[in-house]
């Protein structure tokens, strides 16, 4: 399971860079859709375009010394509203402890592909069977800055009618609590807010952050979030990731008296 | 005693007082009408009945007006010769993350300086001395003020100062050089100072906020000093120098008055000084909203403060450890539980236990400073904002003690 919460500037780069004008001009030709039919086949078959789409797919280039993990973004239905389920990492965790996520975890030798990681993270922390969901595609690769990981969303749905959380076997040693958030929760713009992190180490970068929801979704689980509603529901998600330029002025020697100079 | 003075009382009121003898009040005597075994909820019997206090009927109540470019203004009257105003805008070191921080800083210190209508800081304090007025400018994490506080005669004279300080200041060269002087020295004594509270709360906010927001430096860092330019400052006050990012409040002050100099000052008579001509001083697109967001994490810094001591006593060798937690905003409902936890928790410093009334019985004090001698102080803090808290306890010790559980 990863939730990662330091980045470098790719992954923040993503949310504001061109490869997004792009994916908008896939979906102007989209129906005005509601919240009802965002899991409809015909809305799962635009998003599957979108999530396959090479163009929109940048190829992270293989490094050694990177390692990969998969995480699984389940949409699911929870009394007839579509929703996302999340996890409350555990405290027993050495990593990103009592953080919010999406399950999944480290790519095992063992393991054929990507998905596969993802499901079988899933069935070890919430004891949901592969079987019941329908994978939908995948996203594209984001490196996380601080761990040099590079981790991979999978989209699926879980079938089989409406998800009790309650009903979930939890594993207490990694998973504290699941919990789903409705997408027109997500789609509030009431209920996001943006962060913008400044640091020594790396250029400055603006993450979206949900609130309102049982524990606040920040980070790069805010991320995925974010991307997987401008594929999904692009016409309800409106949120637009502003990131505000850092200020530069060239210090003057000359006294400029009373007048004033603007740089924009 | 008490008796001597009843009668006194008695008699100055021209009341009889025979009944009572001198030791009647008395907690000696013996028999009915000992004055302890009276609850205290009763009256003594045989006293003159008390004439209270009436409260004015006359209350005043706040007024709140909001202008159409956004501007809001609040005041209160209340009986005096004084009134106090201040605008309040929400601009502080949190709203720095695109600038080089510190311009909060640099704001405070040149505060009420050169306008086009005042030559210098003199001027603005020889005018306000003319009708008994001070003032002054508090710059925090989330919010910066512009206050004076004058005769109610001089408000005219106030508003107009208040206006030009805000909108109107003109940075002049030299004042920006004694500015960034100014910081260098505070800078240094903040370093030296062997109560770190100010270093130590800046190290807290910036380990529970990393690098977004709250986190960012209140103090401007020593390498900013010489990057600020008076161009930050205009690019960052026309960004938050908004009528909808400020409120006028005033004690003391009729809400009407208030309301049409704030009106002739702040909008009519002249523009602020970054706007080009032609333009209205109007709520713009406003900056971003940041959400801050609490990250934890930890800041440490190693320091040899053994020559801090200015006379021969050394000063104690301390090692200060703040230890934090996120609480509430001032708007969330628990907010007041950790105002409560805050007093309950109370400390402060070992030496200095103060008494009754002054947190000898707050739990840091009963159950960590009176029980392990070794820790000089443990004081408990609680910051509120916007849209977080910060809790923390603040405790020092000898270094070699850190280690004990």
């Known amino acids: 399971m990863i939730c990662t919460t330091h980045f470098s500037q790719h992954a923040c780069k993503l949310l504001s860079c061109k490869l997004f004008a792009k994916s908008a001009r896939l979906t102007c030709c989209v129906k005005h859709s509601t919240f009802e039919t965002l899991l409809s086949e015909e809305n799962k078959l635009r998003t599957q375009q979108l999530l396959k789409d090479p163009t929109l797919y940048k190829q992270v280039p293989l490094n050694s010394g990177r390692s990969y993990a998969a995480i699984l973004v389940p949409l699911c239905t929870v009394k007839g509203e579509p929703s996302l389920l999340y996890t409350l990492r555990s405290t027993r965790l050495t990593k990103h402890k009592g953080q919010v996520s999406f399950p999944g975890g480290n790519v095992d030798e063992k393991d054929p592909d990507i998905v596969f990681t993802a499901l079988r993270e899933t069935q070890e922390e919430l004891g949901i069977h592969p079987s019941r969901f329908e994978i939908w595609g995948r996203m594209r690769p984001l490196p996380t800055g601080s761990s040099h990981k590079i981790v991979e969303p999978v989209v699926a749905r879980l079938t089989g009618g409406d998800l009790d959380v309650s009903k979930l076997r939890l594993s207490p040693d990694e998973v504290e609590e699941a919990f789903t958030v409705s997408l027109k929760h997500l789609c509030n713009s009431a209920n996001i807010g943006a962060t913008r992190f400044r640091s020594d180490t790396s250029k400055p970068y603006t993450t979206p952050v949900f609130l309102g929801a049982p524990h606040r979704i920040w980070g790069f689980t805010a991320i995925v979030t974010h991307i997987l509603l401008t594929f999904l529901a692009p016409d309800l998600y409106k949120f637009k990731v502003v990131h505000k330029k850092a200020v530069h002025h060239r210090h003057r020697h000359q006294a400029s008296r009373g007048k004033i100079e603007n740089d924009s | ?405």
Request: aromatic share 8%; hydrophobic share 35%.
């Open chain 2, 1 to 405: 005693m008490a008796t001597r003075l009843i009668s006194r009382v008695a008699r100055l009121r021209g009341q009889r007082f025979t009944k009572i003898s001198r030791r009647s009040l008395c907690s000696g005597k013996q028999g009915e009408g000992d004055v302890t075994s009276i609850s205290l909820a009763e009256k003594l019997p045989g006293l003159p009945a008390a004439k209270y206090a009436q409260a004015t009927s006359h209350s005043y109540d706040t007024h709140v007006t909001t202008l159409d470019n956004g501007l809001r203004i609040a005041s209160e009257n209340k009986f005096g010769q004084f009134c106090t105003v201040g605008v309040l805008l929400n601009s502080g070191s949190r709203y720095e993350s695109a600038y080089p921080s510190g311009i909060i800083h640099f704001m405070e210190k040149l505060s009420f300086g050169s306008t086009p209508s005042w030559e210098d800081k003199d001027k603005i304090l020889q005018a306000l001395e003319k009708v008994g007025g001070i003032c002054d400018c508090q710059g925090s994490r989330d919010t910066l003020v512009y206050a004076a506080s004058a005769r109610t005669n001089g408000l005219d004279v106030v508003m107009k100062i208040l206006s030009d300080a805000m909108l109107r200041p003109t940075f002049p060269d030299d004042q920006m050089d004694d500015t960034r002087q100014a910081i260098l020295f505070e800078i240094e004594a903040m370093h030296m100072d062997p109560n770190p509270e100010m270093l130590l709360m800046e190290m807290i906010h910036k380990a529970a906020y990393s690098n977004n927001s709250l986190g960012l430096p209140r103090i401007c860092p020593e390498e900013n000093v010489s990057v600020i330019t008076r161009d930050h400052l205009y690019t960052y006050m026309r960004e938050h120098h908004t009528p909808d990012n400020a409120v006028i409040a005033g004690v003391g002050i009729e809400h009407d008055k208030l309301v049409s100099l704030a009106q002739r000052y702040f909008i009519d008579d002249k523009r602020p000084v970054w706007l080009p001509e032609g333009e209205q001083w109007s709520a713009g697109a406003g900056p971003p909203k940041c959400t801050s967001q609490y990250t934890g994490g930890i800041v440490q810094v190693e320091k040899d403060l053994s020559n801090v001591s200015l006379g021969p006593t050394p000063m104690p060798e301390l090692a200060h450890i703040v230890f934090g937690l996120e609480s509430c905003s001032h708007k969330d409902p628990d907010f007041i539980a950790f105002c409560v936890l805050n007093m309950m928790l109370g400390g402060g410093g070992s030496f200095s236990a103060g008494g009754p009334g002054k947190g000898m019985y707050t739990r840091l004090y009963l159950n960590v400073l009176n029980r392990y001698v070794w820790i000089e102080s443990a004081t408990a803090y609680n910051h509120a904002y916007d849209d977080s808290g910060l809790f923390c306890i603040h405790a020092s010790a000898h270094p070699s003690k850190i280690r004990q559980p």
